[in-house]
């Protein structure tokens, strides 16, 4: 079945940096395009960057771009988002998606917490 794994979320100061991990299990990874979510405090989840099945095009939200790059490494089945310049606002719980077949997969989340 697919799995998504996503690691690396934390405590950051304003300005700092952080780079998300996800793992993918039970799908041919390099044949999907892939997507990060975010989900702030009373928020709705919001998309944050997206990867093309070959890494070759990418796509960002405005409120990340020049800041996050997102990256994927098909042969270790695992997209990356590293993001800097970490605002208060980039507060969330990060997610990895999948559609494939129609269906959608989530993995189970990564809190990333901007504070000072």
């Known amino acids: 079945q697919v799995q998504l794994v996503e690691s690396g979320g934390g405590l950051v100061q304003p300005g700092g940096s952080l780079r998300l991990s996800c793992v993918a299990s039970g799908f041919t990874f390099s044949s999907y395009l892939l997507t990060w979510y975010r989900q702030g405090p009373g928020k709705e989840r919001e998309l944050v960057a997206d990867i093309s099945s070959d890494g070759s095009i990418t796509n960002y939200a405005d409120s990340v771009k020049g800041r996050y790059t997102i990256s994927r490494d098909n042969a270790k089945n695992s997209l990356y988002l590293q993001m800097n310049s970490l605002k208060p606002e980039d507060t969330a719980v990060y997610y990895c998606?999948?559609?494939?077949?129609?269906?959608?997969?989530w993995g189970q989340g990564t809190q990333v917490t901007v504070s000072s």
């Open positions: 998606f999948v559609r494939r077949l129609g269906t959608l997969y």
